[in-house]
């Protein structure tokens, strides 16, 4: 209704609210839209992403030295749940970042 209004034909605004839609769900990333584009479905898409997950899971042993692949992989599984909130990046002392892994890597943080 608000396409009509707004003088943008109903059919065509469905067209590219659908468009934007596989836009959303496919990303920019070249591996998964020459997957969308090849298949024409989204499950080859979520087989891209998935991977590149795994990729970037795998690639957290090269931070061992510099923090613990838990709080690397609690960090990345948190923005899900922070997608459409307000995120405020408050950059702090290193210092007690470095302490907070000393003291997860002794076992007295909880998961």
């Not at 510099?66 to 990046?89: C, E, I, M, W």
Request: aromatic content about 8%; glycine content about 6%.
């Amino acid at each position: 209704m608000s396409a009509i209004r707004s003088g943008v034909p109903a059919d065509l605004h469905e067209k590219a609210i659908a468009l934007f839609r596989s836009w959303v769900l496919v990303g920019g990333m070249p591996a998964a839209v020459e997957a969308f584009a090849r298949e024409r479905s989204y499950l080859p898409v979520a087989d891209v992403h998935r991977e590149l997950l795994a990729t970037v899971r795998d690639d957290f042993a090269k931070y061992a030295d510099r923090v613990h692949h838990h709080r690397l992989a609690s960090v990345l599984d948190s923005v899900p749940n922070q997608l459409g909130q307000k995120f405020t990046y408050c950059p702090g002392p290193l210092e007690k970042f470095e302490n907070a892994d000393r003291i997860s890597r002794k076992g007295k943080l909880t998961q």
